[in-house]
């Protein structure tokens, strides 16, 4: 039985990251407190982190959906999936929450899921194909391993999201490499190679903040 490689293993790794984190003393001691992220608590923001990983077996145990469907690529899922900036919107009332649900046990019980699985998905996900296909958000349809890519996004983000609301300093974490190329493709999908050219080399045209994704 081989090891995870590619998008799985940085996945991983990323995991443990977000568990390094999770599990400081100063997450439960400011469980309840705002958080860095406006109208989330720190736990609703370890919460959310948490779904980064909880998603994922959920995805895999559903149904697989049919070889025609049109599959997303991790650019696609950023840059559409995501371009909803509304907070009162449908979509961010619903993820803070999820967040709060998954928080709602406190900092202990979601630290142990967490941990259980990543455990469990160090083993399966040395087994999946690598055209294994997932029905993920609003029904939409990626290959596992790109769905990998946008939960690596989630979990380098919002590792940091959570280590700054509680003024830990954590540095870049696994995957935040791979977090970045995804961002920026998903930011020349949204508004165009010259946007993003412009955004990175000259701020006085950068118009319309290209590099903002999510």
């Known amino acids: 039985m081989s090891e995870p490689s590619g998008s799985r293993a940085v996945f991983l790794a990323a995991a443990e990251a977000a568990h390094g984190v999770m599990s400081q003393p100063a997450v439960a001691e400011h469980w309840n407190d705002p958080s860095a992220l406006a109208r989330m ?3 609703a923001v370890a919460g959310h982190l948490g779904r980064a990983v909880f998603t ?5 145990d559903a149904q697989t959906p049919p070889s025609s469907a049109r599959t997303l690529s991790p650019s696609d899922y950023l840059s559409v999936v995501l371009s909803d900036t509304d907070l009162d919107s449908p979509l961010h009332t619903g993820v803070r929450a999820r967040s709060e649900a998954a928080a709602a046990d ?3 019980a ?3 899921r967490f941990d259980d699985t990543v455990r469990r998905l160090e ?5 999946e194909p690598v055209d294994r296909r997932l029905a993920v958000a609003g029904g939409n349809v990626m290959l596992l391993d790109g769905y990998l890519v946008t939960r690596i996004v989630e979990l380098a983000v919002h590792t940091d999201d959570l280590a700054v609301s509680v003024g830990l300093d954590v540095g870049p974490t696994p995957g935040t ?3 970045i190329g995804a961002l920026v493709d998903a930011a020349r999908l949204r508004h165009g190679a010259t946007a993003v ?5 000259r701020r006085e045209r950068d118009e319309v903040s290209a590099l903002r994704v999510i």
């Open 177 to 179: 490499d791979v977090a």
């Open 197 to 201: 050219l412009r955004a990175l080399s």
């Open 110 to 112: 979601l630290v142990r």
């Open 41 to 43: 608590s720190v736990g």
């Open 56 to 60: 994922v077996p959920e995805y895999l």
């Open 123 to 127: 083993r399966r996900l040395r087994d």
């Open 106 to 108: 406190g900092c202990i």
